[in-house]
């Protein structure tokens, strides 16, 4: 049993579009963490959430606590958003867990 | 800043060798955390240091250990390699752990043969 899921697993978009990547988690968690991996293994963190919404120019991220769940939504999607996005949450007892990534293609 | 260093950038290994992985975090974080990442597994926890002491171990078995120095400098060292060990290796900073922002770096990928 996987502590964090990601839907859906793989997503086309044209660009422009408006883009919903979902996570859901079943533990306890401290913080939940939205991560970007561009091919060839580098990972960037884009948000840190313990509650409430973040948006970092056109990427937001929501968390509901009480569902255990969160959203990253990309508005005006672009090519150069292509990338894996990885939900992994700080549980209570400190140990991280990480969904299994959405890989995102956005075409031109 | 400089961002999180960590070498060597690739590395070839036969089974049953031991390999020692580094990793130096941003200029006055504290916190260095590691991760596993594979095909078919994902990222996975291995573990995190803050001040030279090992504040939390995911589920790996004892062939991977670790250990921080007082500059916050982070190894990582896997004995008596398998095959399962080839993976792309992270290495993450963080100011003071818990929950806050950490900082990758471009990790190491190791390949056993």
């Known amino acids: 049993k996987n502590e964090v899921e990601q839907s859906p697993q793989n997503l086309t978009a044209q660009e422009g579009e408006f883009i919903t990547i979902n996570c859901s988690y079943s533990?306890?968690?401290?913080?939940l963490h939205w991560l970007q991996q561009h091919p060839g293994g580098g990972i960037v963190s884009l948000f840190m959430?313990?509650?409430g919404k973040k948006k970092h120019g056109r990427l937001i991220a929501t968390i509901n606590i009480q569902e255990k769940h969160s959203s990253l939504h990309i508005t005006a999607s672009h090519p150069r958003d292509s990338a894996v996005y990885i939900c992994?949450?700080?549980?209570?007892?400190?140990?991280?867990?990480f969904g299994t990534g959405t890989s995102l293609t956005v075409i031109p | 800043k400089a961002g999180v260093t960590q070498t060597p950038r690739y590395l070839i290994k036969t089974r049953g060798q031991q390999v020692t992985l580094s990793c130096s975090p941003i200029?006055?974080?504290?916190?260095v955390s590691w991760y596993q990442q594979t095909p078919g597994q994902g990222l996975q926890f291995l573990f995190e240091?803050?001040?030279?002491?090992?504040?939390n171990k995911g589920n790996f078995p004892g062939r991977f250990s670790g250990r921080q120095f007082s500059n916050s400098r982070s190894e990582m060292n896997v004995s008596t390699l398998e095959l399962g060990d080839s993976a792309l290796y992270l290495c993450?900073?963080?100011?003071?752990?818990?929950?806050?922002?950490?900082?990758f770096g471009p990790g190491t990928r190791l390949l056993v043969l």
């Open positions: 993450a900073s963080s100011s003071q752990g818990g929950g806050e922002t950490q900082y």
């Open positions: 992994a949450v700080r549980g209570t007892g400190n140990q991280f867990y």
């Open positions: 533990v306890g968690i401290s913080a």
């Open positions: 240091y803050f001040s030279e002491t090992q504040r």
């Open positions: 959430l313990s509650s």
């Open positions: 200029s006055g974080h504290r916190s």
